[in-house]
């Protein structure tokens, strides 16, 4: 089982639409959550972390449930320029290290279409 | 602030060649990684650096030496690149984690093709 497991998609959607990512996670003992986004040939630039309490950024919002080790992201009113990987990275102590190991997702794929 | 460069952008090598891949970054970051992508299988960790002369092993090490000489420098070295190398390089920096910076900042990437 992969640490950190995202639907591939690709997910195609209208302008004005919402839609939903998910991923789950396999080590209980993460600490910080991520969403980052990764345009066509870019490098992942930091969306959005993702809080037990849940919070919001405009249009995206990211929820985290500890319990079931389970991120997801809702995006409200896509964009054209929404259109991008959507990379769910999850961070944990490498044994006991202070380094913060960042273990990312294959990533979802979104295209946002007129 | 220019953040996190690399250099190369783009190579082309042949099998048994060598090559050093070098990234700098101008935040001051203790924290520096070098990750490669590749389709279908994510980013993975292949060496990182907690500091100016410290280096360890990540997920994928095989294949790859790297140097922080310098706090703003992390250098990639393949002593005889393959064909399974060929993959997109992408460095990233860091605040120590549990900080307010614990953010990884990515370079550009660098696209490098073994023959």
């Known amino acids: 089982r992969k640490e950190v497991e995202q639907d591939p998609g690709p997910f195609n959607v209208p302008e004005g639409a919402t839609v939903a990512f998910n991923c789950t996670y396999s080590?209980?003992?993460?600490?910080?959550f991520f969403w980052y986004r990764q345009d066509c040939r870019k490098e992942p630039k930091l969306l959005m972390s993702v809080y037990s309490s849940g919070n919001e950024d405009g249009r995206f919002t990211a929820q985290l449930n500890r319990a079931s080790q389970y991120i997801s992201l809702l995006i409200r009113d896509s964009k054209l320029s929404d259109s991008a990987t959507y990379l769910c990275?999850?961070?944990?102590?490498?044994?006991?290290?202070?380094?913060?190991?960042?273990?990312f997702g294959q990533g979802t794929i979104l295209t946002v279409h007129p | 602030n220019a953040g996190v460069t690399q250099t190369p952008k783009f190579r082309v090598l042949k099998t048994g060649q060598s090559m050093t891949l070098l990234c700098a970054q101008d935040?001051?970051?203790?924290?520096m990684y070098w990750y490669r992508q590749d389709p279908g299988m994510g980013l993975r960790l292949i060496h990182y650096s907690v500091g100016e002369g410290t280096t360890a092993k990540g997920e994928v090490p095989d294949g790859y030496n790297v140097s922080r000489l310098k706090k703003q420098n992390f250098l990639l070295g393949l002593e005889s690149a393959a064909p399974s190398q060929t993959s997109v390089y992408f460095c990233a920096s860091s605040s120590p984690p549990g900080t307010m910076g614990e953010t990884q900042y990515f370079g550009p990437g660098t696209r490098l093709l073994v023959l």
């Open positions: 080590n209980s003992a993460s600490q910080s």
């Open positions: 935040m001051n970051h203790e924290y």
């Open positions: 990275v999850v961070s944990s102590n490498a044994g006991g290290t202070s380094y913060g190991k960042l273990t």
